[in-house]
């Protein structure tokens, strides 16, 4: 069974940093695009960062402030968050895109909440 499990949430006043870890177990030999998601208040699920092993792509309200990085010995992923602004405030959820010879398949974190105050 595949599982994500994130930490590394918290409180945090804007202008701080906070660092998400991600790790992944039970995934079967293939090849995985690890991202990034965050949901805030009244908002719908969007695209944070994403990292295929070879390329990174950042929604544009993150660009220069968060760094997507993978350790791919460890099956984990990170997101470093820097210059936090309280529009950030949201869950964020891990996620997985994971193909082996049998198919694609997708796979979510359970979340953890990012609260930035000014």
């Known amino acids: 069974q595949v599982q994500l499990v994130e930490f590394g949430g918290g409180l945090v006043q804007a202008g701080g940093s906070l660092t998400l870890s991600c790790t992944a177990s039970g995934l079967s030999e293939g090849f995985t695009i690890m991202a990034w998601y965050r949901q805030g208040p009244g908002k719908q699920r969007e695209s944070v960062a994403i990292d295929n092993g070879v390329n990174k792509k950042y929604v544009d309200s993150v660009k220069g402030r968060f760094t997507i990085s993978r350790d791919n010995a460890n099956n984990s992923v990170y997101l470093q968050m820097n210059s936090l602004k309280p529009e950030d405030t949201a869950v964020y959820y891990c996620?997985?895109?994971?193909?082996?010879?049998?198919?694609?398949?997708?796979?979510w974190g359970q979340g953890t909440q990012v609260t930035v105050f000014s």
């Open positions: 996620h997985a895109d994971h193909y082996d010879d049998d198919g694609g398949y997708e796979y």
